[in-house]
């Protein structure tokens, strides 16, 4: 019986996703729209470009789990 074994990568990706959304809600909440605009064009390490940047580690990730694998039984 061949099936798709799970992976990490997917799980992983979505986790990176989920926090980055959590952190950017956070901050429209609290800052609003018009300092978060801000937050990312200042030349500061801010956590909303950690944010962009989780989204792109999740996006990798999840682009990873879904490549075809070929596992040896």
Known sequence: ???RKKNWFTA???LFM???AIALVRDLLIFGPEFVVDFF???EI???KISAA???IGGFLIIL???EVSYEE
Do not use: L, Q
Request: aromatic content about 10%; hydrophobic content about 50%; cysteine-free.
């Open 12 to 14: 992983m990706g979505i």
């Open 18 to 20: 989920v926090v980055a």
């Open 46 to 48: 801010t956590s909303e």
């Open 54 to 56: 989780m989204f792109g």
């Open 41 to 43: 064009t200042s030349p």
């Open 1 to 3: 019986m061949m099936g």
């Open 65 to 67: 789990g879904f490549k």
